[in-house]
């Protein structure tokens, strides 16, 4: 079982830039693939960006964020992070983290989500 616990939402003005983290429990955190998704209101979850697990640290993100998202893990503190840089006001949502075990599998693991606010 996974515990995962995200931080570091708030409210910032369009341009802006905040970096989100997510503590995982348990001693395996370096064999999940992780991913960030975030709930608009009104609006289904979307997939925003996932990192491989192994060491070999691919990265993946939706088109509207590459350039602007970074994903990034350190396994030794079981701490995945999405630093967001010229946020925008379409932007706000509740972001979340998610864990799964390979690849080819859904994500099963899920936080309690973090709000990020952008003002226009």
């Known amino acids: 079982q996974v515990q995962l616990v995200e931080s570091g939402g708030g409210l910032v003005q369009a341009g802006g830039s905040l970096r989100l983290s997510c503590v995982a429990s348990?001693?395996?955190?370096?064999?999940?693939?992780m991913g960030w998704f975030r709930q608009a209101p009104g609006k289904e979850r979307e997939f925003v960006a996932a990192?491989?697990?192994?060491?070999?640290?691919?990265?993946y993100y939706i088109d509207s964020v590459k350039g602007r998202f970074t994903i990034s893990r350190d396994n030794a503190k079981n701490t995945v992070y999405l630093q967001m840089n010229s946020l925008k006001s379409e932007e706000t949502a509740v972001y979340y983290c998610?864990?799964?075990?390979?690849?080819?599998?859904?994500?099963?693991?899920w936080g309690q989500g973090t709000q990020v606010t952008v003002s226009s």
């Open positions: 998610a864990a799964k075990g390979s690849s080819d599998q859904g994500y099963n693991y």
């Open positions: 348990g001693r395996t955190f370096s064999s999940y693939v």
């Open positions: 990192i491989t697990s192994g060491g070999g640290d691919s990265t």
